[in-house]
């Protein structure tokens, strides 16, 4: 019985079922090796991110052995390290005649502070008042402080200063700090604090509310607290843009009536000649201040990117 059994014939049917399977299994092509296609992937990404953080460091590994060089050892060979390195050209920025160095850091840093102490209380006023909205209403307006953030600057930069001609501010630094204020920056700082206002809750300002306290009170004790991380990347990232500002101080400025450090720089370049080791020490120079501000509110600068995830 056992051996009939396992001579049994094959019928038909199993007989085409068995050369199909086989005929699949011959027509399926061999699985890739999926080890090496995410080794050579991983590799690839190493290398893409390599040379992504190269072209972002070496401006600044050129100005740090740059401006400790001097001018012959820079013309020979920019990126070799100084040997022996030198503090003339930073001894040499500050004792300039035209004091570019002292002007332009304090009209930069003023600059800077007024337009960012009037940017940050209108666009957190604006965009608690925003979200008090429709939802309708809101994208609307949203789509056209977008335009702010989409246009080039130098589109708007003549109509800018026909403004400021007809207001009488212009070729000054009132001037400078309401342009900027009325630029892309306000539009910057709407869109982050709008966006950080959808992650507290409605009860808080409905409780406020219902215990009589009217909407100015409401933002200023109880939003305005709420949005300092929003507030601390706010300032941050318009320190930075206003502090490297150079097209709005040049024209509505003028060269003749004032400079910040970034106008400062383009008069240290020569028409025929540039003294390159005091150019490197100018912007060496320039850099301390936004690189210590940074470094101060770092942890806010942090928060303030990741709360906005983690509500």
């Not at 001097?70 to 500050?94: E, G, K, S, V, W």
């Amino acid at each position: 019985m056992t051996a009939s059994t396992s001579h049994r014939p094959t019928s038909p049917r199993e007989t085409s079922q068995q050369a199909t399977s086989q005929s699949r299994t011959a027509a399926r092509p061999a699985p890739a090796p999926r080890a090496n296609r995410r080794a050579w992937a991983a590799r690839s990404h190493l290398v893409a991110a390599g040379l992504l953080t190269l072209a972002l460091v070496s401006p600044i590994y050129l100005t740090l052995v740059n401006a400790f060089k001097t001018q012959d050892q820079i013309i020979r060979n920019p990126a070799a390290p100084p040997a022996p390195p030198t503090l003339h050209n930073l001894t040499d920025a500050l004792a300039r005649p035209d004091r570019i160095i002292e002007i332009g850091l304090t009209n930069s840093a003023v600059t800077v502070i007024a337009s960012v102490l009037l940017i940050i209380p209108l666009g957190a006023a604006f965009s608690f008042w925003l979200s008090r909205r429709s939802a309708r209403f809101r994208r609307i307006v949203l789509a056209g402080f977008a335009a702010g953030l989409m246009i080039p600057p130098a589109v708007v930069l003549l109509p800018t200063i026909r403004i400021l001609t007809f207001l009488h501010l212009d070729h000054t630094y009132p001037g400078l700090v309401l342009a900027n204020v009325g630029g892309g920056y306000l539009s910057f700082a709407v869109f982050v604090y709008s966006g950080f206002l959808r992650s507290i809750p409605g009860e808080i300002i409905e409780a406020a509310t219902v215990d009589g306290a009217g909407s100015l009170r409401i933002w200023w004790t109880i939003v305005m607290p709420l949005l300092r991380p929003a507030t601390a990347t706010v300032a941050i990232f318009l320190s930075l843009w206003i502090w490297n500002d150079f097209m709005n101080p040049q024209f509505i400025l003028g060269p003749l009536r004032g400079q910040t450090i970034t106008t400062g720089l383009y008069l240290s370049v020569g028409q025929y000649s540039t003294n390159y080791a005091q150019l490197f020490g100018v912007m060496l120079l320039a850099a301390v201040i936004p690189v210590a501000g940074y470094l101060a509110l770092q942890k806010q600068f942090i928060a303030g990117l990741t709360s906005g995830a983690s509500k």
